[in-house]
C-alpha cells in the first residue's frame, strides 16, 4: 500500500517529555500489545496529514452516522506520524478500548481509502502528547484586562 505522508523536510522532532521519548515509540497493534521500537520515530503532523486525517474523519462520519461520531468518534485526535506515515490516533483513555473493539475495522477502511494506515496510540504515548500541548498551550497565555477610562 503506498502512503502518503509528510516529506523528510517536513518532519519536526518530538522532544522526550517527563521521561517518555515519544521518539522510541510502541508498536501498537489492535489487541493492544506494545513492544519498544527504537528505530521508529514520531513526527509531528504535517498539512498532509492532517488533511488526510480530516478526510479519514469525514468519511467516518458518513458510514456511522452524526450521532454515533460525534458520541464515540469525534474525540479521536491526530497526534503523531511515523516515518511509514502512520496516522497514530489518541483516543480518550476511558473509551480507548471500547472504540478499538466496536469501530477498528471501520477506521482502518477508512484510512485504506486514503492510502493510510492508522494505529491507535498507546497510553504512554497519548499523555505525552497530551503534556506536549498543554505545555505548548500555556506558553501563550490571554490576559484579560477590564480597562475603563475614568475622568
Known amino acids: ?15 522526550p517529555l517527563n521521561g517518555f521519548d515519544p521518539r522510541a515509540s510502541c508498536s501498537n497493534d489492535r489487541s493492544g500489545s506494545t513492544s519498544t521500537r527504537s528505530s521508529r520515530h514520531l513526527g509531528i503532523p504535517g498539512r498532509v496529514d492532517r ?5 479519514v474523519r469525514n468519511q467516518l462520519r458518513e458510514l456511522v ?11 479521536l485526535e491526530l497526534i503523531a506520524v511515523d ?7 489518541a483516543a480518550p483513555a476511558a473509551t480507548r478500548g471500547w472504540i478499538e473493539q466496536r469501530f477498528w475495522r471501520v477506521l482502518a477502511r477508512c484510512g485504506e481509502q486514503q492510502s493510510r494506515a492508522l ?9 505525552a502528547f ?15 484586562t477590564n480597562q475603563r477610562e475614568v475622568s
Not at 2 to 10: C, K
Not at 65 to 75: A, H, K, V
Open 65 to 75: 452516522g452524526d450521532s454515533t461520531f460525534e458520541i464515540w468518534l469525534e474525540q
Open 51 to 55: 488533511d488526510d486525517w480530516e478526510q
Open 119 to 127: 494505529r491507535l496510540a498507546n497510553e504512554p504515548e497519548r499523555r
Open 1 to 15: 500500500m503506498a502512503t502518503a505522508g509528510a516529506s523528510p523536510t517536513e518532519w519536526t522532532s518530538v522532544l
Open 83 to 89: 516515518p511509514a506515515g502512520t496516522l497514530v490516533i
Open 130 to 144: 497530551d503534556q506536549e500541548e498543554r505545555a505548548r498551550s500555556s506558553h501563550v497565555r490571554a490576559v484579560h
